[in-house]
């Protein structure tokens, strides 16, 4: 969940365990019209992996190329302790909304489905560092076996623009790129997918307009494993 002060990560220093998932680092590379992008967002109970919970998963998938928006994902996420008040607050994400959703991992291999078996890249906004900490640690808490997949951050193509003036939280960046968040529900992993959807594909036209490569470096994080 993108956000300036919580949850999402954006802008706020988290002190986290080593997260030995993440492999070395590809810097540009050609992109694949076959590539699906999938830019995906995270509502949690706090921001560490092993004592907090997912509540929420929202996802788009677009085709690499031509950058048309595909099919959209969400759903909320059951925890095993109650939302937290002050989370309510921030999301609008009730215990009444979580009590009857998926468990974790059934909401994470649901997720994987939507990503799908093609070649598939995962955005997320300070995703390497919360969103696929948050994914790893439950696909190892539930028993979930895992799969690779490429992901990158979504704030490299904003320190590529703007170098480390002015803030790469997704407020500043929506700001910077003129996107308005008129309608649109903040700290909700279903706005904020959207919003940051938008972001993503303006930054990437500045850098590379025809979109037939990636210009910031890429990582490899998990998502749970599908059966054969």
């Known amino acids: 969940m993108p956000s300036d002060w919580l949850c999402g990560g954006l802008g ?25 992008i ?7 109970t706090g921001l ?6 997912i509540i929420q998963i929202a996802a788009v998938k677009v085709r690499a190329g031509g950058w048309d928006e595909g099919e959209h994902f969400d759903t909320f996420v059951r925890p095993r302790q109650r939302v937290p008040g002050f989370i309510t607050g921030l999301t ?10 998926p468990s974790p991992g059934e909401a994470l ?7 799908g078996t093609e070649e598939a890249m995962l955005i997320a906004h300070n995703g390497p560092n919360f969103d696929m900490r948050f994914i790893a640690e439950n ?10 997949t490429a992901m990158l951050d979504s704030r490299a193509f904003s320190r590529k623009i703007w170098g480390w ?13 003129g996107l308005s968040t008129a309608g649109v529900k903040r700290h909700d992993a279903r706005g904020d997918v959207q919003l940051l959807a938008q972001a993503v594909r303006k930054m990437w036209g500045q850098l590379v307009p025809d979109f037939q490569s ?8 998990v998502i749970p494993a599908l059966n054969p």
């Not at 988290?14 to 992109?31: D, G, N, R, S, T």
């Not at 999938?38 to 949690?44: K, N, R, S, V």
Request: proline share 8%.
């Open 48 to 53: 560490s992996p092993y004592s907090n919970e």
């Open 165 to 177: 003036r002015g803030g790469h939280g997704l407020d500043p960046i929506l700001h910077r790129l």
């Open 214 to 221: 990636c210009p910031v470096a890429t990582k490899t994080g």
């Open 92 to 101: 609008g994400i009730t215990q009444a909304q979580v009590a009857q959703a």
């Open 139 to 148: 696909c190892t808490r539930h028993g979930l076996p895992v799969r690779e």
């Open 12 to 36: 706020l220093a988290v002190q986290a365990k080593p997260f030995i998932m993440l492999l070395p680092q590809k810097w540009a590379f050609p992109i694949s019209h076959s590539m699906n």
């Open 38 to 44: 999938i830019i995906f967002d995270l509502e949690t």
């Open 109 to 115: 291999m649901s997720f994987s489905r939507f990503v």
